[in-house]
Each structure stands twice: as structure tokens, then as C-alpha cells.
């Protein structure tokens, strides 16, 4: 299969500061990345759609000022989520398709951990 | 809407019985269908999929899914658990005209498999 990897895997951070979760597909090209956040004990929850090269697609409810979508190349596709605040605490994965895969299957990172204190 | 319902959050299963895995989903039209599983660590890998046709599917590691639309239900089934197989297991159901790219998530449930 394909390889999708996030960096760093968790994060702690003062409220009010930014920080940046990258997700890399390391051994395919991705044009479509998926970002999810998941809050503990529920599932994962679509944020948003990176396309490479374009404006990210929002789902409803998602602030595209807080979290900010850049998908500069085929392999790297960065979240950050600005001035954090506790309630932005949780675990952010992120998934790309690959021709590697069979129809319909995504592949997912490890996921990213941001506690906000 | 697109939901999905998985009703136990989590299940302890002995190893070597059998296991099977409840997902209930609401979708208009014919549903796009997919397990997932995430070890500790580990990104969410796929284990089976449902698009269409033969209503009952094989996944990788021994697993398999019955769609029943009349139950709109895709549960999940193994028929002898091995140590190895605990870890968080999610039910998704493809959303919008994306199809199978845009997923809806059920909550997880979360195996437990003793001795």
C-alpha cells in the first residue's frame, strides 16, 4: 500500500500560539488530501478537502481562518491551527488516495495529537 | 445527512471465538460502505469495502461484511478472533456524489480480545 505519514505525532502548546501539523504521502503523489479531527470517545469528523495548487474545501461549521489549509505540492499538505485555544485540543488525522490502492481506498497518517494549555 | 451508528464502544471477545461488529448507517441512496482499522500508533488501514453486487464481501485478515440494505446495516465478522486483531475498528459510509472519498464515520468500537 501507500505510506502517509503526519509530523510531529503529538504537540503541546500555550494558548494563543500557532502550530503546524504536516502530513507527506511518501512514496505516491497526492493531489486530494483529506484533513479530520477526532474528539475523544467520537469519530472522525471531516475538516476540510486539500487540493493541490487550489483553496482548500471547508465542511459547514469549520473556520478556514483557524485552520489553515496549504497544499503546496503533490507530497505535502500542511494544517495550522492559529492562535490556539484549549477547545482546539484534540486528534487531527489526515488521509490521501493513491492509484496504489484499490477504488474508493484512502490512506491515513498516523494522526496528530495537539493539547492546547 | 449521511450518519453512521456503531452501538458498542467497546467489545472484549476471547481469543480464538468469533466476532462480529455492528454498524447501522442512514444514506438515501445505494451506500459506498467501508470498515477501517487502527492499531495504536498506526494510521487507520482499510479492511473491506462495499460498493456494489455480492452483498457479502472479504476483507483482508479473515474479515468479512454483510451489506443488508433492508437493516441498513454493514456489520463486521471474523469467525475465530486471534490476539493480534485488538484495536479500534470504524465503520464509514462514502458521502455526497464524492462517493468514497468524502466519509461519514461511525464513533469506533474498540476490541479487547482475552486469553
Known amino acids: 500500500g501507500a505510506v502517509v505519514s503526519q509530523h510531529p505525532s503529538w504537540v503541546i502548546c500555550k494558548s494563543g500560539t500557532s502550530v503546524k501539523i504536516e502530513c507527506r504521502s511518501l512514496d505516491f503523489q497526492a493531489t486530494t488530501m483529506f484533513w479530520y479531527r477526532q474528539f475523544p470517545k467520537q469519530s472522525l469528523m471531516l475538516m476540510a478537502t486539500?487540493?493541490?495548487?487550489?483553496?482548500?474545501?471547508?465542511e459547514q461549521g469549520v473556520e478556514k481562518d483557524k485552520f489553515l489549509i496549504n497544499h503546496a505540492s503533490l507530497t505535502l499538505s500542511t494544517l495550522t491551527v492559529t492562535s490556539a485555544h484549549p477547545e482546539d485540543s484534540s486528534f487531527y488525522i489526515c488521509?490521501?488516495?493513491?492509484?496504489?490502492?484499490?477504488?474508493?481506498?484512502?490512506?491515513f497518517g498516523e494522526g496528530s495529537r495537539l493539547t492546547v494549555l | 445527512a449521511q450518519s453512521v451508528t456503531q452501538p458498542d464502544i467497546h467489545i472484549t471477545v476471547s481469543e480464538g471465538a468469533s466476532l462480529e461488529l455492528r454498524c447501522n448507517y442512514s444514506y438515501g441512496a445505494t451506500p459506498y460502505l467501508f470498515w477501517y482499522v487502527q492499531s495504536p500508533g498506526q494510521g487507520l488501514q482499510l479492511l473491506l469495502k462495499?460498493?456494489?453486487?455480492?452483498?457479502l464481501v472479504q476483507g483482508i485478515k479473515g474479515f468479512e461484511a454483510e451489506f443488508k440494505r433492508s437493516q441498513s446495516s454493514f456489520n463486521l465478522r471474523k469467525p475465530s478472533v486471534h490476539w493480534s486483531d485488538a484495536a479500534e475498528y470504524f465503520c464509514a459510509v462514502g458521502a455526497g456524489n464524492t462517493g468514497f472519498q468524502k466519509l461519514v464515520f461511525g464513533t469506533g468500537t474498540r476490541l479487547l480480545v482475552s486469553p
Open positions: 462495499y460498493f456494489s453486487g455480492d452483498t
Open positions: 486539500s487540493n493541490e495548487g487550489s483553496k482548500a474545501t471547508y
Open positions: 488521509s490521501a488516495s493513491s492509484d496504489r490502492g484499490s477504488p474508493g481506498e484512502l490512506f
